[in-house]
């Protein structure tokens, strides 16, 4: 086991536009910021992962295999502004779905945290310093459950989310940001001061 710095970012709303389910790689638009937040996480040295609620596969609105697609489609175009995503993890189940082999109690589903683990065992690390990013409470209470610094993002569900924690519904991040670029810049500076 070796010891990195981690982040875990949310995908849909966070790094490309959530359109609500997407099954499609031709509907992957990338949040203006998203990439060059991303690089700057690699340049501060962290190893970037998504990690992504896939519940539309559990509910029979696609396939393991359109994840897939989606996801390496999220990749290439971040590589195309020199953003590097080392993995994507996501969760294809829900309780409640009509798929009946992902329509399980998991134990990946966030804000659990079965994809950080998956990506713990698989990459063999500690991590030292971890961050988690995402526009959604289940974001948030990820990066809790794991002891990371978080940031909620206005994209994507932000606001409306940002409202039920400003109204004490769920516990507040480190960190409110209007978008990846602004939370990565700002969960930096609180990194270096410690
Ligand atoms: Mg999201
Ligand atoms: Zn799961």
């Given at each position: ?8 970012l ?8 959530d359109?609500?389910?997407i ?10 910021g998203?990439?060059?937040g991303?690089?700057?996480?690699n ?6 992962f998504g ?18 697609a ?6 290439e ?5 020199k ?8 969760c ?5 779905g ?9 134990n ?24 988690v ?8 209470e ?6 990371a ?8 569900f ?23 670029l ?13």
């Open positions: 086991m070796h010891t990195i710095k981690a982040a875990f949310d995908r849909d709303g966070t790094i490309n536009v359109k609500g389910y099954g499609s790689p031709d509907d992957i638009e990338l949040i203006p998203a990439a060059e991303i690089k700057l996480l340049d501060a040295g962290y190893t970037v990690v992504s609620n896939q519940s539309g596969v559990a509910r029979g609105f696609y396939r393991v295999e359109d994840v897939l989606v996801n390496r489609r999220v990749e175009l971040l590589l195309m502004e953003a590097r995503i080392t993995e994507i993890f996501y294809p189940h829900h309780p409640r009509s798929a009946p082999e992902y329509s399980i109690m998991c990946c589903r966030k804000p659990l945290t079965g994809m950080v683990d998956a990506a713990r065992h698989k990459y063999g690390f500690t991590p030292a310093d971890t961050i990013i995402g526009d959604k409470i289940c974001d948030v990820l990066g809790r459950n794991i002891g610094r978080t940031a909620l993002v206005d994209t994507g932000g606001v409306e989310e940002k409202v039920k924690i400003d109204g004490g519904e769920a516990a507040a991040p480190d960190i409110f940001a209007p978008n990846l602004e939370a990565v810049t700002a969960i930096l500076r609180m990194q270096r001061r410690g």
